[in-house]
């Protein structure tokens, strides 16, 4: 459905059905997924350009989309090492997209879930890509929107940070009822009918991820607020049609 809204081309009739379900009750669902392209992509272009990360553990990667990840990061530092993570085994049937690493870097895929979070990292030091003795910038964009509460999401997140070395970032977004309750309630109900776990979550709610976290500047913001730049994604619209909040924090030990 996230491919579809993007326009991409890797999406299936059952995945179009239902994005359109939730495109006629919230036209601007189009916006959503772009807004937060754009700012997975900005938020890594700063970790890499003026925070010097050069390992990166994306989770919760889904289709590749380009630019992905890593080419986004090499464009800044060729060096990058950059492991994918997801879930989904189509996602691994496109996985060739995400392996194109610089020659100075490295890429790599991992199947694994984010709800089992020592699973994964264990599953990720087995490919060697990263060093997680070093700083880590951990992506969680997208995702523990589809972690209800009773799948632990903040217990996740503090597992994930808390095995990851000083100096590591966290950068997050996730999708809030808090400009449209009524027409978000009616989005959750169509993910869960159709199987997929789903809890938009308000922002105090997003900003309990960050407990611990020392967030940079501005802080949580609606996501086409945080740091825009020229050109780098949808920017004239109103919080509602965003409805996504987004920070980026540091962990200082």
């Not at 199947?111 to 089992?116: G, M």
Request: glycine share 8%.
């Amino acid at each position: 459905m996230y491919d579809y809204y993007l326009g991409g081309k890797t999406n299936y009739v059952v995945d179009r059905d239902a994005a359109e379900e939730v495109l006629r009750s919230f036209p601007a669902g189009r916006s959503v997924a772009r807004v937060n392209r754009a700012f997975v992509h900005r938020s890594a272009r700063f970790l890499a350009r003026d925070r010097g990360i050069r390992q990166f553990l994306d989770i919760g990667t889904g289709i590749p989309t380009a630019p992905n990840l890593h080419e986004v990061v090499q464009s800044e530092a060729p060096e990058s090492h950059i492991a994918y993570v997801d879930n989904d085994p189509i996602v691994l049937v496109y996985a060739d997209s995400l392996l194109g690493s610089s020659p100075e870097g490295a890429t790599a895929y991992v199947e694994a879930d984010v709800t089992d979070p020592v699973g994964l990292l264990e599953a990720v030091k087995q490919v060697e890509c990263l060093d997680l003795r070093r700083p880590v910038g951990l992506s969680l964009n997208a995702v523990l929107h589809f972690v209800p509460d009773g799948r632990d999401p903040y217990g996740i997140v503090r597992t994930l940070m808390d095995n990851l070395a000083p100096g590591s970032y966290l950068s997050l977004s996730h999708c809030t009822p808090d400009f449209d309750p009524q027409t978000w309630a009616t989005i959750v109900e169509i993910y869960n009918a159709r199987g997929t776990p789903t809890q938009v979550r308000s922002k105090a709610e997003v900003l309990g991820f960050f407990d611990g976290l020392d967030l940079v500047e501005p802080g949580l913001v609606v996501a086409h607020r945080w740091r825009p730049e020229p050109a780098s994604g949808p920017s004239l619209i109103s919080d509602a049609e965003a409805s996504l909040y987004a920070a980026v924090a540091y962990k200082a030990s």
